[in-house]
């Protein structure tokens, strides 16, 4: 009788911690919840640490202290950037402008071709209008968190190795391991960055030349949207090709063909030359799973999750590999 009380006592026990475990990680999960936007704000922090830390290095071998090799990897990179946009800037906006003069004409001919209810495309522009306010309000908003992303770059970048340090000694036992792990994760992470942004680079020029050579209107603006576009794998090329094709079609039909032909060239180009190139030390992810993670990235968190689903993955692939030669040894 004595030993029956006890061991319902125990399973009461058990009880008891079962439920404040999974009270604990429902709790968990509603914080990560919460705070959501911040950890995506962190993870591309940890990308761009892990992207400019070679960099950062280099000035470091120099004998620079790290906070100035930081300090100017970033007026390295504004520079640079400030150039780019200065040089595009005044065509890009002469472009651009035309483009949105002649919209109205331009959807026009869209809809009488394709039968499209014109009021569905009025209704749009005049919440648009509605919404100039809010637009403007999300500018300002996205600029500070530009800022904070910097600033909090600068810091990882900083406390790197102490960070790494502090990390892996959470983990009793197996410090290194756990410390080559992370810097492991930090040079794909980095690779992938680059090697994306070299990728939106090519594309971007790519398609500018192919949109010149085809004398189709607006090649800057186009081109830009194919470059930024590239970023989001598989489907993103597809999007960026369908503004050009449209206004190739108002011209043309055999022009549209001719537009689509040509981003059909850099497509294969970029995957079957570029890419291979490029990301064969990056990710090294199954298509199939990139395509996996972009669907539950972007479902999560929309257009961010998407983006960041890709380098999400590689570092969930690095932490399992890590599980499962943990687990065979």
Partial sequence: MHGIIILMIQKIDISHRTVIFIVSLILSLWMIYLIRDLLVILFVAVILMSALS????????????KALGIAITYIVIIGLLTVLVASILQPLI?????????????????FSI?????????????????????????????????IFLLVLTFYLLLEREKLETRIASLFVGKEERIKKSIVAIEEKL??????????????GLLSYIGLLILNIPYALPLALIAGVLEVVPVIGPIISAIPAIIIAATISPI????????????????N???????MKRAVGL???MVILAIAIGSRLLGFAGALLAVPLAVVVQIIVTEIIEERKV
């Fill in 54 to 65: 070679p960099l950062v290095g280099f000035f470091v071998k120099l004998k620079f202290p």
């Fill in 94 to 110: 002469e472009e651009s402008t035309k483009l949105i003069v002649t919209l109205p004409s331009v959807a026009g001919q869209i």
């Fill in 114 to 146: 394709t039968n499209i209810d014109k009021s569905v495309f009025q209704s749009g522009l005049t919440n648009l209008s509605k919404n100039v306010f809010s637009i403007t309000l999300a500018v300002f908003d996205n600029l500070i968190t530009i």
């Fill in 190 to 203: 980095g690779s992938w960055l680059r090697g994306q942004l070299f990728l939106s680079v090519i594309v």
């Fill in 255 to 270: 022009l549209a063909l001719g537009v689509a032909a040509m981003f059909f060239v850099i497509q294969q180009l970029e």
């Fill in 272 to 278: 079957h030359l570029i890419v291979p190139q490029v």
């Fill in 286 to 288: 199954n298509p199939l």
